[in-house]
């Protein structure tokens, strides 16, 4: 397993930025997929945006355009670069790695985001 910190939360209002640090216990070279999941109030988690072990990425339709994905194997961290937010992007938002194969699937504690309209 690995323990993950997400940071970078906050208040922002609309048309603004964030940028979200996922920060890992140990290094994330092997792990095959992190990504960033959200879950407003009274909403299912849902997924946000996804990058392989090979800079491969996926996102939400609802984020395209908008959020960027990466991660820096030197830091052991993953990032969520917000721009352009929409008060629909208030949220907690959830730091994941992946590694089917054995059986990992980690999350971190979470971040709140909130956009003001």
């Known amino acids: 397993q690995v323990q993950l910190v997400e940071s970078g939360g906050g208040l922002v209002q609309a048309g603004g930025s964030l940028r979200l640090s996922c920060a890992a216990s140990?290094?994330?070279?092997?792990?095959?997929?992190m990504g960033w999941y959200r879950q407003a109030p009274g909403k299912q988690r849902e997924l946000v945006a996804v990058i392989t072990r090979g800079g491969s990425t996926d996102y939400a339709d609802s984020v395209k355009g908008r959020f960027t994905i990466s991660r820096d194997h030197a830091e052991n961290t993953v990032y969520l670069q917000m721009n352009s937010l929409k008060p629909e992007d208030t949220a907690v938002y959830y730091c994941n790695a992946k590694r089917v194969a054995y059986g990992m699937d980690s999350w971190g504690k979470g971040t709140l985001v909130t956009v003001s309209s």
């Open positions: 140990r290094s994330i070279v092997s792990i095959n997929v």
